[in-house]
């Protein structure tokens, strides 16, 4: 009888063990993702998105974000600043938007940008 009350208590004990164990290896692979997302990307200017297609839903991003309806991330705002004034406005839409439809376009959409995650810190 007592015999079987310590082999559950162990057997318990172990359950909990493994799963406390699992809990932190998974904790531990989120820390790992954290960290290889240190890395660099190329990013499109005008790509918002990132689907690799400058469209009409890039510049309807950047129009959003220009009004306080979306977050970007630090990468985002520079490729959104197509006419490199530093902020994201309507005028950068809407050079997204001509560029989608193929009108003349100036500023840098279609360029490629080297986006470095860890450029995170600087917010
Ligand atoms: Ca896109
Ligand atoms: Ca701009």
Redesign the pocket.
């Known amino acids: 009888m007592r015999f079987k009350t310590i082999l559950t208590v162990i057997l318990t004990a172990s359950i909990l063990l493994t799963s406390t164990a699992v809990g932190i290896s998974a904790s531990g692979l989120t820390t790992d993702l954290k960290t290889s997302s240190d890395t660099t990307v190329i990013l499109t200017y ?10 009409a ?2 510049a309807l991003f950047a129009l959003r974000y220009s009004v306080g309806l979306e977050d970007f991330t630090n990468g985002q705002k520079v490729i959104s600043d197509v006419d490199s004034d530093n902020k994201t406005t309507s005028s950068d839409a809407l050079e997204i938007l001509r560029y989608s439809v193929g009108l003349k376009t100036t500023g840098k959409i279609g360029e490629k940008y080297k986006y470095t995650y860890s450029d995170k810190k600087q917010s």
Do not use: A, L, R
């Open positions: 005008g790509d918002i998105d990132n689907d690799g297609k400058i469209t839903s890039d």
